[in-house]
């Protein structure tokens, strides 16, 4: 039960799992995910590809593959997002929930210029007339940093580089003022000046929006720059939980440290030595799975690692192992 003396969060995700059949059985991409996000902060969920990031993502914004299943609690700004029909959630996402692609190549339309993909989010949902959408988008891609704005409408997504792509994807996802962001690996396809551009770029509207926002991204370096705190995900679940200072700080779960031991150090990691890495492989999720997931490639694992760990709370650093 909310304590009613303290404020809603923005979102707030309780129990999420996400099961998609497969051939060989039931692959199970998101198991027993719990988070919040306030608004005005960011949450930035780490870990390795296949780990279930996107799943989430995509979960979050009622966009899973149609034989997917999930179940578990969303609430946005006290809505049960469960309860809604396809139309309220239509109207909800674009609006005050949004999100930016992993892949700014493709996620534009290719038969569309830039003005028409970004204006038609703003007529849809505001329903303002084309001078007025126009200068929405305009008024966005000058904020996103776009020079000669009003010549990109017209032109199509291939004659754009990869920075401009991606500075178009966050234009076009803020065009509603959202809530909510949801940015899955927006610096991916990169280099990294541009990497670096779009962060500062990120933090500070949402800085100026106070917009909850969700980064997803399996680079640490990205999370010491904007987290506020992080959900660090193994084999789709989330392991450990916290700020981003008591998470680099105070690794609890081993999967963490061994994420956090395979970062080189400027100054102390010698050019030409070898990097870190956690031995072993991510096990299957598909079937039933019981005990800790990291247990096979874990020093610490122990015989109580082959049953459920629980999730042990440190001031609100969460971590889900038995050790203690």
């Known amino acids: ?4 003396l303290l404020p809603v969060p923005l979102l707030k995700v309780e129990g999420l799992n996400v099961d998609i059949p497969i051939p060989a059985g039931t692959l199970r991409a998101v198991r ?12 930035c969920i780490v870990g390795e590809s296949g780990c279930g990031k996107s799943m989430t993502a995509l979960a979050l914004m009622d966009l899973l593959p149609r034989r997917a299943r999930h179940s578990g609690r969303l609430c946005f700004g006290g809505r049960d997002l469960g309860s809604l029909d396809a139309a309220a959630m239509n109207a909800l996402r674009g609006d005050r929930m949004a999100m930016i692609f992993q892949e700014p190549m493709t996620a534009l339309n290719p038969a569309y210029t830039i003005g028409n993909q970004l204006e038609e989010v703003y007529r849809r949902h505001r329903k303002a007339s084309a001078e007025e959408a126009r200068a929405r988008a305009v008024h966005l891609l000058e904020k996103v940093g776009i020079a000669n704005a009003g010549q990109r409408l017209g032109q199509y997504p291939h004659q754009l580089s990869g920075g401009l792509r991606q500075r178009v994807m966050i234009a076009m996802a803020l065009m509603c003022g959202p809530d909510l962001l949801v940015a899955d690996e927006p610096t991916t396809a990169l280099d990294v000046t541009i990497q670096a551009q779009i962060l500062l770029l990120l933090r500070s509207l949402q800085r100026e929006l106070d917009m909850g926002m969700i980064l997803i991204t399996h680079d640490l370096g990205v999370v010491a720059r904007v987290a506020d705190r992080v959900a660090v995900m193994y084999a789709g ?5 916290g700020t981003a200072e008591a998470i680099f700080a105070t690794p609890r779960h081993p999967y963490t440290r061994g994420l956090l031991a395979c970062i080189p150090i400027p100054g102390r990691t010698r050019p030409g030595a070898e990097l870190g890495a956690i031995p072993g492989i991510v096990p299957s999720l598909v079937g039933d799975l019981v005990g ?12 109580l690692c082959a049953s459920d760990p ?3 709370n440190l001031a609100g650093h969460e971590y889900r192992c038995v050790l203690p």
């Open 292 to 303: 800790c997931s990291f247990r096979q490639r874990c020093d610490s694992a122990q015989g």
């Open 32 to 43: 027993d995910v719990s988070f919040t996000v306030k608004r005005g902060e960011t949450l």
């Open 310 to 312: 629980p999730v042990r």
């Open 237 to 241: 679940q989330i392991v450990e939980t």
């Open 1 to 4: 039960m909310n304590d009613p």
